[in-house]
């Protein structure tokens, strides 16, 4: 039995609302993001905005997991569960 395909663990309805929203971002504009959280990390620590920086450096990582989810709703999630 393939586990893409069991009936028994299916997404919900909130999930795939998520998914097919998600899956209409380019998967670019969460590397910029990230990309940009440092940026403005580095510009607020060298004006010595230190707590400022490491909140907002810390953006980056969560930045990036968000763009693997929507690289992996892409090419595994809704679209090839609902065609079938």
Do not use: C
């Not at 209409?24 to 990390?41: E, H, T």
């Not at 230190?50 to 968000?66: I, M, T």
């Amino acid at each position: 039995m393939n586990p893409l395909n069991n009936p028994e663990h299916e997404e919900g309805p909130v999930t795939k609302a998520i998914e097919e929203q998600t899956a209409k971002l380019p998967s670019d504009l969460f590397l910029w993001a990230a990309l940009g959280s440092m940026g403005i990390s580095l510009y607020l620590k060298a004006t010595g905005q230190s707590n400022r920086s490491l909140f907002v450096g810390q953006w980056a990582a969560p930045f990036l997991l968000l763009g693997l989810y929507n690289k992996i709703v892409k090419l595994e999630g809704h679209d090839k569960t609902d065609k079938k």
